[in-house]
């Protein structure tokens, strides 16, 4: 039998997740108009914070993996022992967010269901801060340092050549700018340690540690939970609804609105943005179709969001169905008072789509073959068309499926579903944290997608 763990630590670092979100399986069409606009970026990159945070977290880790003897990072095998020692701070800032702040909950922190009952209820008695240990290994990937990976392998000068584990320049700065914040709570010994410093770390006793990193974080640092001096304002994650400029800014506004063809690219999508009078998203891509009509990409982006989120209305529509019972007639669903207008919208947008001609783009076929199925508007065939479709065509899990008339659940309900969205949210709050922007543009202020905790 082969190993789980071993599956997962020596697959590509950015898996598939199988999630119920790509109803329609037009992520990845959505993700080539999304690198148009924002280049580099993730709609899970979504508070400059974290960035200084996992900075430090990269830096102080490092000082650890090389004092174990680590050097190389070559290997997979190498990679996931470089790993073993940040996963812990990862986690212990959660930690640390949940004891410092009272509104912790509206701040952005994987594992926040499994970490909270270990800090406050366990007071830190169980091993991997309450996690199982699928949870554990997973984090890899669920986990903030998985989210944010691809800014520390793409954005200038955060690690060396881009390997996304050796702290670069601007890491180093950001590294030191938050340890200098940190007061009580740092680590009792230097950041940077060297072999000749007297306070370097105990050597012996971090190789001995080897397999249980996380025991040995929270023996050497016994204050992470401390507060002190503007430890909210200058330590902890940001709420989400907080768009006000970071202290750190200076330090990250190089790195994200740079002057290289990424950062420019963010910067000025950033700025159109702002000069919106949007006041809705399919609004906003408009504006930015006009303002960015010399891509072929971008020109087309309105219509794309108009069929996609026509779409997921239809699936929202069925869903709201389904929310209480078993299974539901199709022709039940059809004489809901709503069906009419969302099935019209829906074929209106899918004819819509269907005139672009002449735009090679990956996966446009996708949206071309989700276009061409939503053609006639009577409400039992539009959606039992759109049901087919997403269970022949939809990525990641099924949300139900239609059986001789009657459609039943293959998800738990949920009411409302992120809509496919483009990075804008992540970009301009980004750029409001970097002093790019003055303020959140109102269009996208309640746009944002609802966060999983892959680790509840």
């Known amino acids: 039998m082969v190993d789980s763990n071993?599956?997962?630590?020596?697959?590509?670092?950015?898996?598939?997740?199988?999630?119920?979100?790509?109803?329609?399986g037009l992520t990845a069409l959505a993700d080539q108009f999304a690198d148009r606009l924002a280049p580099h970026l993730s709609n899970r990159i979504r508070d400059g914070r974290w960035v200084t945070i996992l900075a430090w977290c990269l830096a102080r880790s490092q000082e650890v993996f090389h004092a174990c003897g680590g050097r190389s990072l070559i290997t997979s095998t190498e990679q996931r022992n470089r790993y073993a020692w940040l996963r812990p701070l990862e986690l212990m800032w959660t930690a640390r967010t949940i004891a410092l702040?009272?509104?912790?909950?509206?701040?952005?922190?994987?594992?926040?269901?499994?970490?909270?009952?270990?800090?406050?209820?366990?007071?830190?008695?169980?091993?991997?801060?309450?996690?199982?240990?699928?949870?554990?290994?997973?984090?890899?990937?669920?986990?903030?340092?998985?989210?944010?990976?691809?800014?520390?392998?793409?954005?200038?000068?955060?690690?060396?050549?881009?390997?996304?584990?050796?702290?670069g320049p601007a890491t180093n700065s950001l590294a030191r700018w938050?340890?200098?914040?940190?007061?009580?709570?740092?680590?009792?010994?230097?950041?940077y340690v060297g072999d000749h410093d007297y306070e370097r770390l105990p050597k012996r006793g971090v190789k001995l540690a080897k397999g249980s990193e996380d025991k040995w974080w929270m023996r050497q640092w016994k204050t992470f939970d401390h507060g002190g001096k503007k430890a909210d304002e200058n330590t902890l994650p940001r709420r989400?609804?907080?768009?006000?400029?970071?202290p750190e800014r200076d330090l990250l506004k190089p790195l994200i609105f740079g002057s290289g063809k990424d950062g420019t690219r963010r910067f000025d999508v950033a700025r159109r943005v702002s000069e919106s009078k949007a006041r809705g998203h399919i609004e906003l891509c408009?504006?930015?179709?006009?303002?960015?009509?010399?891509?072929?990409?971008?020109?087309?982006?309105p219509t794309f969001s108009r069929l996609a989120d026509a779409?997921?209305?239809?699936?929202?529509?069925?869903?709201?169905?389904?929310?209480?019972?078993?299974?539901?007639?199709?022709?039940?669903?059809?004489?809901?008072?709503?069906?009419?207008?969302?099935c019209k919208e829906l074929t209106d947008a899918a004819r819509l789509w269907r005139k672009n001609e002449g735009v090679h783009l990956p996966h446009i076929e996708?949206?071309?073959?989700?276009?061409?199925?939503?053609?006639?508007?009577?409400?039992?065939?539009?959606?039992?068309?759109?049901?087919?479709?997403?269970?022949?065509?939809?990525?990641?899990?099924?949300?139900?499926?239609?059986?001789?008339?009657?459609?039943?659940?293959?998800?738990?309900?949920?009411?409302?579903?992120?809509?496919?969205?483009?990075?804008l949210w992540s970009l301009c709050r980004l750029a409001a944290q970097c002093g790019v922007l003055r303020s959140m543009p109102p269009a996208l202020r309640h746009d944002i997608e609802e966060e999983e905790d892959e680790n509840s």
């Open 178 to 191: 938050l340890d200098d914040r940190l007061g009580v709570a740092r680590p009792p010994w230097p950041l």
């Open 6 to 24: 071993w599956i997962l630590f020596t697959a590509p670092w950015d898996p598939i997740f199988v999630r119920r979100g790509d109803a329609l």
């Open 366 to 423: 996708r949206a071309n073959r989700f276009a061409a199925a939503m053609v006639r508007s009577e409400a039992v065939e539009c959606l039992g068309a759109l049901l087919q479709y997403h269970e022949l065509h939809g990525g990641g899990l099924r949300w139900f499926v239609l059986r001789k008339g009657w459609v039943a659940p293959r998800t738990p309900p949920r009411v409302g579903s992120s809509r496919y969205r483009f990075r």
């Open 286 to 301: 408009e504006h930015l179709a006009e303002n960015f009509s010399q891509n072929s990409v971008i020109k087309i982006l």
């Open 240 to 246: 989400r609804d907080d768009f006000s400029a970071l």
């Open 101 to 167: 702040a009272e509104d912790w909950r509206n701040r952005s922190l994987t594992g926040q269901r499994s970490v909270r009952p270990w800090y406050e209820d366990y007071n830190q008695g169980t091993d991997k801060f309450g996690l199982s240990s699928d949870q554990f290994w997973a984090y890899r990937q669920t986990g903030m340092y998985g989210a944010y990976r691809l800014a520390f392998r793409r954005w200038p000068q955060m690690t060396t050549g881009g390997d996304g584990w050796t702290p």
């Open 311 to 342: 779409g997921m209305s239809a699936m929202d529509l069925v869903a709201k169905a389904l929310q209480n019972e078993s299974r539901v007639a199709l022709s039940d669903i059809a004489a809901e008072p709503s069906a009419k207008s969302v």
